[in-house]
């Protein structure tokens, strides 16, 4: 089966550094993807992640640990705009995407 | 600027009606999923389609849900008889898979479903 943890809300102030935490359990591993979506809209992609590590976009980075089921999520400088829900999710070996319950994020100035 | 494009964006209707939602996926995409969001469950995925054939709806109601692709273009996803426990948003997605690789999806902007 595939569980997917991840924190309620966070908040955090503008021009700060965020970190949003994802625990996942799977019975195969094909990765971790990270969405983002804005009250109101749809969820667009941030990132996938099938190797260890961390990778780098910009103020964006996601990290993954495949043997501690773990990854996270890290935003830099954060902006106003940067407010919003962030979802990680899951694919299975069908490819279709298993999403956790995601994270409101509200930055404040 | 290609784009998953939805209809209606909106609708209201009251229980027992029937409700057609439309999705037009990205030209050139061979997959496509129905997803339905609401606060308390999240963002759940209801059917899926991979050139054109349905892989897996075990997360559709299926005494009144039906979902087709009548074309590479057009996915429908049908609720018929409305509930109001049906009030969410339905999300459209696709993406190209090709075998062994997994990619992002793209994601329509919603019909946003309201049911009396």
């Known amino acids: 089966g595939q569980n997917i943890d991840q924190p309620t809300e966070m908040t955090a102030t503008e021009g700060a550094i965020v970190q949003i935490n994802c625990t996942y359990q799977t019975s195969g591993f094909n990765g971790l993807f990270w969405y983002q979506q804005h009250a109101g809209e749809a969820p667009t992609f941030l990132s996938y992640n099938v190797l260890d590590g961390l990778e780098e976009k910009g103020r964006f980075s996601s990290f993954l640990s495949r043997s501690k089921g773990y990854s996270y999520l890290l935003l830099k400088e954060l902006q106003m705009k940067d407010s919003a829900s962030y979802l990680c999710?899951?694919?299975?070996?069908?490819?279709?995407?298993?999403f956790g319950q995601g994270t409101t994020l509200q930055v404040k100035p | 600027d290609a784009r998953v494009t939805q209809t209606p964006r909106h609708k209201v209707t009251e229980m027992g009606q029937e409700v057609t939602m439309r999705c037009q996926p990205i030209l050139g995409h061979n997959t496509v999923f129905w997803y339905r969001q609401t606060m308390m469950q999240g963002l759940e995925l209801l059917a899926y389609?991979?050139?054109?054939?349905?892989?897996?709806d075990s997360g559709m109601p299926k005494d009144r849900f039906s979902a087709e692709m009548p074309d590479a273009t057009l996915a429908t996803l049908k609720i018929q008889p409305s509930e109001p426990r049906d009030s969410a948003v339905y999300f459209c997605?696709?993406?190209?898979?090709?075998?062994?690789?997994?990619?992002?999806?793209?994601f329509g902007p919603g019909t946003r479903l309201t049911v009396t």
């Open positions: 999710a899951d694919p299975s070996n069908t490819g279709k995407l298993i």
């Open positions: 389609f991979r050139n054109r054939a349905p892989l897996d």
């Open positions: 997605a696709s993406g190209l898979m090709t075998s062994g690789d997994f990619y992002e999806q793209y």
